[in-house]
């Protein structure tokens, strides 16, 4: 287990995260959902932006979150990865433990609501390959609770590759302007506002 | 001339801008270039984005502009349009007296480089429509070269509705990472990497 921690040295002030969050998407229906990865500099600037497409309720978001990661001009700087949770496109979950192996970087989600596993599970039973999908939220481990910039509003964090401590301060030092940190607060902003405007167009 | 002046009484830090800029596309072909707005609040925190479609070597960027910004939710924030010149998706040019008429908001174009007017005036006369672009092109009035972040090397900005003291403190004070506005900075980012990585998806 020891070998699967990346130790990070020193969390400096501008060290490279992204944060990768799903776009608007209609549940249920056949087809992808847009997925947008933010890259920032610490929790101030912005650096660079990629995207890639999974299927809704389909079972590609680890390997296409990966290959989104690994082909980006970025990769060498990252230090860390950032999910808005594991699942993406309504139930494609993102095996984290997998995602670690294939990016080498460790894999931290965060979300405002603490995840129901009990109702995930419920509803990956009406999916396909519900094995491999349950293996995949087991393998994002225990739940966290992390206070990061707000004492009263904890965030909920599962991580791989990372220890709790280094965890808890990346989060802190790159949530400046809310409880989650800002590659995340504005991969959520990005995703949604283009996959919005879409149909508008 | 006088009623055509936004008067901003006090630059606050926090002002809501809009950085316009557009994606990668072919030069010279039939089709459309993806044109990203980005709301920043101030220099530091991204809080919106939108999105249109304008064609390549069109004449649709003025109104196309105009309809994405009035269409926004943070239309009522906003304080100041920038965008990075009047040249968008090829020589499809913004006009930027009529944006300011429509959106009723101060329009500051601002470029690293300093616009080559009679280079634009050659390659506009081989365009449909030439008269109309070049009245785009004059509208959009003096050149004036302003220091943001560095003081060695200036920008060149345009303006409509805004003195041009006001444009400097805005300019300035939201040039908090280089020597253009965060906004466009990071309109430029998310257009640019967002369409360069549509073909590989």
Redesign the interface.
Same mark, same amino acid.
Do not use: C
């Given at each position: 287990m020891h070998e699967n921690i990346v130790k990070i040295r020193r969390v400096k002030p501008e060290i490279r995260v992204l944060g990768v969050d799903d776009g608007v998407f209609v549940p249920h229906s056949k087809g992808v959902a847009t997925v947008?990865g933010v890259v920032y500099r610490g929790g101030?600037?912005?650096? /660079?932006?990629?995207?890639?497409?999974v299927e809704i309720d389909g079972m590609d978001a680890t390997e296409k979150i990966a290959s989104m990661i690994t082909?980006s001009p970025h990769y060498g700087q990252l230090r860390v990865v950032m999910l808005n949770g594991v699942t993406f496109a309504g139930f494609n979950m993102v095996d984290i433990k997998k995602l670690f192996e294939r990016v080498r970087l460790p894999v931290i989600t965060v979300t405002r609501e603490k995840p129901d596993l009990d109702d995930i599970r419920r509803a990956l039973r009406n999916l396909p390959e519900y094995e491999n999908r349950l293996e995949a939220m087991e393998n994002a481990g225990k739940i966290i609770e992390v206070h990061t910039r707000d004492a009263e509003q904890a965030v909920y964090v599962q991580i791989v590759g990372i220890s709790k401590k280094d965890a808890e301060k990346i989060l802190k030092s790159t949530s400046t302007?809310s409880n989650i940190p800002?590659a995340l607060r504005?991969a959520h %902003? %990005?995703a949604s /506002?283009?996959t919005r405007? =879409?149909e =508008?167009?």
């Amino acid at each position: 287990m020891h070998e699967n921690i990346v130790k990070i040295r020193r969390v400096k002030p501008e060290i490279r995260v992204l944060g990768v969050d799903d776009g608007v998407f209609v549940p249920h229906s056949k087809g992808v959902a847009t997925v947008v990865g933010v890259v920032y500099r610490g929790g101030y600037w912005l650096d /660079g932006v990629m995207r890639t497409e999974v299927e809704i309720d389909g079972m590609d978001a680890t390997e296409k979150i990966a290959s989104m990661i690994t082909a980006s001009p970025h990769y060498g700087q990252l230090r860390v990865v950032m999910l808005n949770g594991v699942t993406f496109a309504g139930f494609n979950m993102v095996d984290i433990k997998k995602l670690f192996e294939r990016v080498r970087l460790p894999v931290i989600t965060v979300t405002r609501e603490k995840p129901d596993l009990d109702d995930i599970r419920r509803a990956l039973r009406n999916l396909p390959e519900y094995e491999n999908r349950l293996e995949a939220m087991e393998n994002a481990g225990k739940i966290i609770e992390v206070h990061t910039r707000d004492a009263e509003q904890a965030v909920y964090v599962q991580i791989v590759g990372i220890s709790k401590k280094d965890a808890e301060k990346i989060l802190k030092s790159t949530s400046t302007r809310s409880n989650i940190p800002e590659a995340l607060r504005v991969a959520h %902003i %990005i995703a949604s /506002g283009l996959t919005r405007l =879409k149909e =508008k167009v």
